[in-house]
């Protein structure tokens, strides 16, 4: 997952909102989101090289999702989509969580890692020491530590505060994920396609992108779309809807 777009209490009906697209190589076998057999409160895509994932949410009203981090070199082997199945699963509260990942962090392959238990959002990384409860508002995750900026994260939080404003759906919400627009102007071209919010490289691109919303009444909504890598592939979407479990 390479742009995490997300709104966090300030819209009273929808007390969390997520925009998110997810940067891979097209070769690596993924599943998209559904429901895991052998752990029916998650709804997540996953990743079969290593069986993590890179976004999702679960029956008791928590959210995860991931982030590489470029140009950082690994310190660890662990796959950082283990820390979204972890959490989901996890009965932690979100603060247990991140207390404990704290003395774990080096074990990782360098990661963006935020998650809600529905009353605390936090933040955290592999390359800064702590973290951190995000405070209500508006915030764009990249390929970054999220006390840093680029463009493309910019912009990304600006097409958010917009989106949010005028209270978009969630058609509204893909299209902007689809923007194509590079975001830096360099002679390197991969560089460029990669300041674009959708990606589309040989080989490597955005393979998909979610949306997430959670009502105030406890009402989650889900929707994934899958696009084309190949010729024999087609673009799709899937949407679920659940409301918490009681107790969760």
Same mark, same amino acid.
């Given at each position: 997952?390479?742009?995490? @777009?997300?709104?966090?209490?300030?819209?009273?009906?929808?007390?969390?909102?997520?925009?998110?697209?997810?940067?891979?190589?097209?070769?690596?076998?993924?599943?998209?989101?559904?429901?895991?057999?052998?752990?029916?409160?998650?709804?997540?895509?996953?990743?079969?090289?290593?069986?993590?994932?890179?976004?999702?949410?679960?029956?008791?009203?928590?959210?995860?999702?991931?982030?590489?981090?470029?140009? /950082?070199?690994?310190?660890?082997?662990?796959?950082?989509?283990?820390?979204? %199945?972890?959490?989901? @699963?996890?009965?932690?509260?979100?603060?247990?969580?991140?207390?404990?990942? #704290?003395?774990?962090?080096? &074990?990782?392959?360098?990661?963006?890692?935020?998650?809600?238990? *529905?009353?605390?959002?936090?933040?955290?990384?592999?390359?800064?020491? *702590?973290?951190?409860?995000?405070?209500? *508002?508006?915030? +764009?995750?990249?390929?970054?530590?999220?006390?840093? &900026?680029?463009?493309?994260? %910019?912009? *990304?939080?600006?097409?958010?505060?917009? +989106?949010?404003? &005028?209270? /978009?759906?969630?058609? #509204?919400?893909?299209?902007?994920?689809?923007? &194509?627009?590079?975001?830096?102007?360099?002679?390197?071209?991969?560089?460029?396609? @990669?300041?674009?919010?959708?990606?589309?490289?040989?080989?490597?691109?955005?393979?998909?992108?979610?949306?997430?919303?959670?009502? %105030?009444?406890?009402?989650?909504?889900?929707? #994934?779309?899958?696009?084309?890598?190949?010729?024999?592939?087609?673009?799709?979407?899937?949407?679920?809807?659940?409301?918490?479990?009681?107790?969760?």
């Amino acid at each position: 997952m390479c742009l995490i @777009l997300l709104s966090w209490q300030i819209d009273p009906d929808y007390p969390l909102t997520i925009a998110a697209n997810r940067d891979e190589f097209f070769q690596r076998p993924t599943l998209a989101a559904d429901f895991w057999p052998e752990h029916p409160d998650i709804l997540a895509g996953r990743d079969l090289e290593f069986g993590g994932s890179w976004l999702g949410i679960s029956h008791k009203g928590r959210f995860a999702a991931v982030t590489n981090l470029r140009e /950082v070199a690994s310190t660890g082997d662990r796959s950082r989509g283990n820390l979204v %199945k972890d959490f989901l @699963l996890s009965s932690q509260t979100s603060r247990q969580f991140a207390d404990q990942l #704290e003395s774990q962090k080096t &074990e990782f392959r360098p990661f963006n890692f935020i998650a809600s238990d *529905g009353d605390t959002l936090f933040y955290t990384n592999n390359i800064q020491a *702590g973290w951190q409860a995000l405070s209500p *508002g508006n915030h +764009a995750i990249g390929n970054i530590p999220l006390s840093d &900026e680029n463009a493309k994260t %910019k912009k *990304g939080g600006a097409d958010m505060d917009s +989106a949010m404003a &005028e209270n /978009v759906s969630h058609e #509204e919400l893909l299209n902007m994920l689809r923007d &194509e627009a590079p975001t830096i102007d360099t002679d390197n071209e991969i560089n460029m396609a @990669l300041s674009c919010r959708f990606i589309s490289l040989e080989g490597y691109g955005t393979r998909s992108s979610s949306i997430v919303r959670a009502n %105030k009444n406890g009402q989650w909504d889900f929707w #994934e779309k899958h696009y084309a890598s190949s010729e024999s592939q087609k673009e799709g979407l899937q949407h679920f809807s659940f409301r918490v479990s009681s107790g969760a």
